[in-house]
């Protein structure tokens, strides 16, 4: 029996009206179509503790695990993020234009 959690991403996943039918024949081949990436924050050359919680989440799909880190002199804060437990692969920007990107909603955040 599939959990709550499993039955939702078959939902997401049945074809819509035109799209060709596929079958999925068991929840470990479902396992390796899942992934995700976590947003994780930054600022002043360290890892928000918070934006973990993203990671936890994550893993929580059954799928790999992906960290997306960006800003400018992010090389320490992407070497932090790969010693996380469970994540599989950091994406990198370094670029200063993601400096003053907040998730927040609020300026400078």
């Not at 503790?49 to 320490?76: D, E, M, N, P, Y």
């Not at 790969?82 to 200063?96: L, Y």
């Amino acid at each position: 029996m599939l959990s709550a959690g499993w039955r939702s991403v078959l939902g997401v996943a049945r074809p819509r009206l035109g799209a060709t039918a596929f079958t999925v024949r068991s929840p470990a081949a479902l396992r390796r179509l899942l992934s995700a990436l976590a947003i994780l924050e930054q600022k002043d050359g360290k890892l928000n503790t918070g934006s973990l919680s993203a990671i936890t989440a994550a893993q929580k799909l059954g799928g790999s695990v992906h960290g997306f880190v960006a800003g400018s002199s992010i090389k320490a804060v992407a070497e932090e993020a790969t010693k996380v437990a469970g994540v599989e692969k950091i994406i990198a920007v370094e670029n200063g234009a993601y400096d003053k990107v907040c998730f927040t909603g609020e300026p400078g955040g």
